[in-house]
């Protein structure tokens, strides 16, 4: 079993940079993909970026390619979310989650999550 727990998350303006973090616990870490969901206020849970166990493989989605980097830490059991150049549709409850796939951009491929942060950005 894994237990995630986010961080990071805050208000910023438009432009700026956050950087997310998702510490596990748990054994076997480093068998999960992982990936980073959010959820807007009104709006349905969306993917937004997932990372294969070595942390060679990453997928994004369109929004966020290029501005957005995911990445894994196995020996910390930390998972990490760095967004740049931040814009007002980004807010979101960003959360972190695992999945016994390889990685997948589907919610319900995952089998852990975390309890979300909040991420709010000013225009």
């Known amino acids: 079993q894994v237990q995630l727990v986010e961080s990071g998350g805050g208000l910023v303006q438009a432009g700026g940079s956050l950087r997310l973090s998702c510490a596990a616990s748990?054994?076997?870490?480093?068998?999960?993909?992982l990936g980073w969901f959010r959820q807007a206020p009104g709006k349905e849970r969306e993917f937004v970026a997932a990372?294969?166990?070595?942390?060679?493989?990453?997928d994004y989605t369109d929004s966020v390619k290029g501005r957005f980097t995911i990445s894994r830490d196995n020996a910390k059991k930390t998972l990490y979310l760095q967004m740049n150049s931040l814009k007002a549709e980004d807010t979101a409850v960003y959360y972190c989650?695992?999945?016994?796939?390889?990685?997948?951009?589907?919610?319900?491929?995952?089998?852990?999550w975390g309890q979300g942060t909040q991420v709010s950005v000013s225009s």
């Open positions: 989650a695992a999945s016994r796939a390889i990685y997948s951009t589907i919610s319900a491929d995952y089998d852990y």
């Open positions: 748990g054994r076997t870490f480093n068998n999960y993909g």
């Open positions: 990372i294969g166990r070595s942390g060679y493989s990453t």
